[in-house]
């Protein structure tokens, strides 16, 4: 038997009053997920614990099993999954180019987005591409739009804070050591240097010619960097050997092709086309079809998140109910397959009103397959699901119930390896008798 667990990214969301206290899914007309969840087991999901938001990366680490401490840094696993190069011992944090207006002697992130042509962009981010202090060496590289990664090396340490305020009409923050870190003299010394590094970049840019031209037209002149999320490369169990599967994950983002570097599994890059649903349906079908030599499929799609964000719950759910019929194909045929076990969840909710960038409620889950035990919830989304008969899971129960629904768990107490590997049968070593 095998395992795909397709994650709808940012599915869960809150109540609103336009839709009378109830979520976008709620709302939405998903004929193919709730039949699904008629012939499953429901339940509510949370990668951490409620109440926390997680950003992806994280809330993927969590649900493939891992544990929170051993997170690598989101920096690091996109700019592998980018290909960007990267050697032991770097630190990589994500970068962006941004606007930002001097209030005496603060940076203020501003209000607005400047149109800037591509080519602009890459001479600015040029101007302020090298620094060296410190005995640290780093170097800024744009991908795409305003967005990159500025790598460290050199001995530099990743317990440092953010600059980016994220959100306009604060301050480009200090870095400072993170509080475990505050006497290690790495990380003081590339806080020192990190913050000499936005000093530096800010004045280079505020007289650029770029910045100049753009002002005179009445732009908003690109005038600072600022940095998030630091990594560096490590070493985590590898996921076959963490859960004794054969791993693969379909999706078009880089910070999964990342995770899938890091962890060992493998990943296959698509791309997002016009049509969202012809998108998942995609990629439901090369899980089911062509992907019979693994034993876990991870199939993504950020479509449902990207809609959040716009911060309007009636373009959630539109979006919503064109996923849904992405999943026709597993309604009229995949599901009776009893050699597959299908997973439905999200990685987090994604509030499609206020300010919050994702919250912390629980998502939805449904579990389809040969052994599950069905309930009495015939649609799904946060609230239904609540009344399911897997009740509330969190963080690596997940995986733990993939293993158990494969006929895969081991029973607890039986040590046929060192380590107590959650699957049975482990890497043990025969007897040699004679
Ligand atoms: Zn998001």
């Not at 690091?76 to 005496?104: C, H, N, S, Y």
């Not at 890459?122 to 990664?149: D, H, N, P, Y």
């Not at 876990?296 to 309007?312: E, G, L, S």
Request: proline share 6%; with cysteine; net charge positive.
């Amino acid at each position: 038997m095998r395992c795909i667990l397709v994650v709808l990214d940012g599915l869960g969301d809150r109540g609103y009053i336009r839709f009378q206290g109830r979520t976008p899914l709620e709302v939405a007309a998903t004929p193919y997920l709730d039949r699904i969840a008629s012939l499953g087991m429901n339940g509510l999901y949370h990668a951490l614990e409620q109440g926390v938001p997680l950003p992806s990366e994280i809330a993927h680490f969590l649900m493939f099993g891992y544990e929170l401490d051993g997170f690598p840094g989101r920096g690091i696993l996109e700019a592998i999954g980018e290909g960007i190069e990267v050697e032991p011992g770097d630190v990589v944090f994500l970068a962006r180019l941004l606007p930002v207006t001097m209030k005496g002697d603060l940076a203020i992130l501003a209000d607005g987005s400047s149109r800037i042509a591509q080519e602009a962009v890459e001479i600015l981010a040029g101007s302020v591409k090298r620094f060296e202090s410190e005995g640290l060496k780093g170097e800024l590289i744009i991908t795409r739009g305003l967005q990159g990664f500025f790598r460290v090396r050199g001995g530099a340490s990743h317990a440092v804070t953010d600059s980016n305020p994220i959100q306009e009409g604060r301050p480009i923050m200090e870095i400072s050591p993170l509080e475990k870190a505050r006497h290690d003299p790495d990380a003081l010394r590339t806080a020192r240097f990190l913050n000499a590094y936005h000093r530096w970049a800010m004045k280079r840019l505020a007289r650029h010619r770029v910045n100049r031209r753009l002002e005179r037209e009445g732009c908003l002149p690109i005038n600072a960097v600022a940095l998030q999320r630091p990594g560096r490369l490590c070493r985590p169990r590898p996921f076959s050997k963490r859960w004794g599967l054969r791993g693969l994950s379909i999706s078009s983002s880089s910070i999964f092709w990342g995770l899938g570097r890091m962890l060992g599994m493998d990943f296959v890059r698509v791309s997002d086309g016009p049509d969202p649903c012809q998108d998942l349906e995609d990629r439901i079908s090369r899980a089911y079809y062509q992907a019979r030599e693994y034993d876990f499929i991870h199939v993504h799609t950020k479509v449902i998140d990207a809609a959040a964000h716009t911060k309007m719950p009636v373009r959630k759910k539109d979006v919503i109910e064109r996923v849904d019929k992405a999943f026709e194909g597993l309604v009229r045929h995949f599901m009776y397959d009893d050699e597959v076990l299908w997973v439905i969840t999200s990685d987090h909710s994604t509030p499609s009103s206020g300010t919050m960038i994702h919250s912390g409620e629980t998502v939805p889950i449904t579990m389809l397959g040969r052994y599950v035990r069905r309930d009495r919830v015939n649609a799904f989304n946060e609230v239904d699901c609540a009344q399911g008969a897997l009740g509330m899971i969190k963080g690596r129960e997940l995986m733990q119930l993939v293993l158990n629904f494969l006929d895969r768990a081991k029973l607890k107490g039986l040590m046929d390896a060192p380590w107590d590997q959650p699957y049975t049968p482990g890497p043990y070593i025969p007897l040699k008798a004679g």
